[in-house]
């Protein structure tokens, strides 16, 4: 199945459970960009600690998009809870369990987090796919090379 702007309103998500006891993702209100993502375990994160968590859950993202996971930022502001590769990157041919690489940057305090806790949220957006083309030289631009910190203060 491939993704179209005009399946946009239609468009579903198939998601296979792997652990009964684990909610499927859902959103929290209308209008929400993310699915809310569950952890399929109880786990301590220790100060700096970072653990690869799953979610109970594989899917199958239609051709052409892409689930991105995401920290929840009320975790991220309270506890420090947050990825260490956000947003991770869920390929559409993938059909394996979601596991998220949790941190808790805290730099006191353990985070606890209860089996069926929302952790995560995940996206599905469009994804484009090019050719790769080798260039002698790329087309001028008015920033051109200027990197990290380049546009100003």
Request: proline share 6%.
């Amino acid at each position: 199945m491939t993704f179209r702007e005009a399946d946009l309103l239609s468009l579903e998500l198939e998601v296979r459970r792997i652990d009964d006891g684990v909610p499927l993702p859902a959103y929290q209100r209308e209008g929400d960009a993310g699915l809310d993502l569950h952890s399929a375990e109880d786990f301590t994160l220790q100060p700096g600690q970072r653990a690869v968590i799953g979610t109970g859950i594989a899917v199958a993202i239609p051709s052409g998009l892409v689930g991105l996971t995401t920290p929840r930022s009320g975790l991220a502001a309270r506890q420090g809870l947050s990825m260490v590769n956000a947003p991770g990157v869920i390929d559409s041919g993938y059909r394996g369990e979601i596991k998220l690489i949790l941190i808790n940057l805290d730099s006191r305090d353990p985070i606890e987090v209860k089996r069926g806790e929302r952790v995560a949220q995940l996206l599905i957006v469009p994804a484009a796919t090019v050719r790769v083309v080798e260039a002698v030289e790329l087309p001028q631009t008015e920033r051109g090379e200027g990197g990290l910190g380049s546009t100003g203060v």
